[in-house]
């Protein structure tokens, strides 16, 4: 069973950066890919970028596309967020999570792709 512990959530201005901490209790090889989602108050939880651990490719969402960068330090079962430009409405809990599947079919945000969750992190930022 992999455990995640996200950690680096806090409330920054607008415009700030911020970086978020993804801790694995392993990188199995079993584990293909990792991603962070987020969710804010009253809204469906969304895909924010995911990286596939083999060759360390990441996506984003295009809500973050150019100000996010995702990365992996498999030396030390690390799976870090940068986020630069934060809005106000980047605001939300941010999860980790990581997934197993070889292949799958649609978009990777679909949250039933993801076999393992961290609890979050809150990031909150301000006008």
């Known amino acids: 069973q992999v455990q995640l512990v996200e950690s680096g959530g806090r409330s920054v201005q607008a415009g700030g950066s911020l970086t978020l901490s993804c801790t694995a209790s392993e990188f199995t090889s079993s584990i293909k890919y990792m991603a962070w989602f987020r969710q804010a108050p009253g809204k469906e939880r969304e895909g924010v970028a995911i990286i596939y651990t083999a060759n360390g490719r990441p996506s984003y969402a295009d809500s973050v596309k150019g100000r996010f960068a995702l990365s992996q330090d498999k030396a030390k079962n690390t799976l870090s967020l940068q986020m630069n430009s934060l809005k106000v409405e980047d605001t939300a809990m941010y999860y980790c999570?990581?997934?197993?599947?070889?292949?799958?079919?649609?978009?990777?945000?679909?949250?039933?792709?993801?076999?393992?969750w961290g609890q979050g992190t809150q990031v909150t930022v301000s006008s």
């Open positions: 999570a990581a997934g197993t599947r070889s292949v799958f079919n649609g978009g990777w945000d679909q949250r039933e792709l993801y076999r393992y």
